[in-house]
Nanobody, 121 residues
Framework: QVQLVESGGGLVQAGGSLRLSCATSGRTFSSYAMAWFRQAPGKEREFVAAVNWIGGNTYADSVKGRFTISRDNAKKTVYLQMNSLKPEDTAVYYC???????????????WGQGTQVTVSS
């Protein structure tokens, strides 16, 4: 089993930045694809970004050019750097791990508890 612990969420003004962290334990971190999803009130959970085993990544169109996903295998941690934040980025952000590099929620096996990101206007 893999445990994921998220941190870094908070309140920020539009145009500001936050960096989310997801620390992992229990398995070999480098063997997993990692991803970030988010869910706003009244909306379905949506894909944000994913990073594969060697650092290749993909992004949702809504965050492309503003967010950057990265991983540090030595620290067993994945990050989401969020710049130029908009009010519509407000959501609970979830870290996920799995054996597939994919944008589909159901194909990830392990999930963090979520961290709230609120962007004020």
């Amino acid at each position: 089993q893999v445990q994921l612990v998220e941190s870094g969420g908070g309140l920020v003004q539009a145009g500001g930045s936050l960096r989310l962290s997801c620390a992992t334990s229990g398995r070999t971190f480098s063997s997993y694809a990692m991803a970030w999803f988010r869910q706003a009130p009244g909306k379905e959970r949506e894909f944000v970004a994913a990073v594969n085993w060697i650092g290749g990544n993909t992004y949702a169109d809504s965050v492309k050019g503003r967010f950057t996903i990265s991983r540090d295998n030595a620290k067993k941690t994945v990050y989401l750097q969020m710049n130029s934040l908009k009010p519509e980025d407000t959501a609970v952000y979830y870290c996920a791990a799995g054996n597939r590099f994919t944008v589909l929620t159901k194909q990830y096996d392990y999930w963090g508890q979520g961290t709230q990101v609120t962007v004020s206007s």
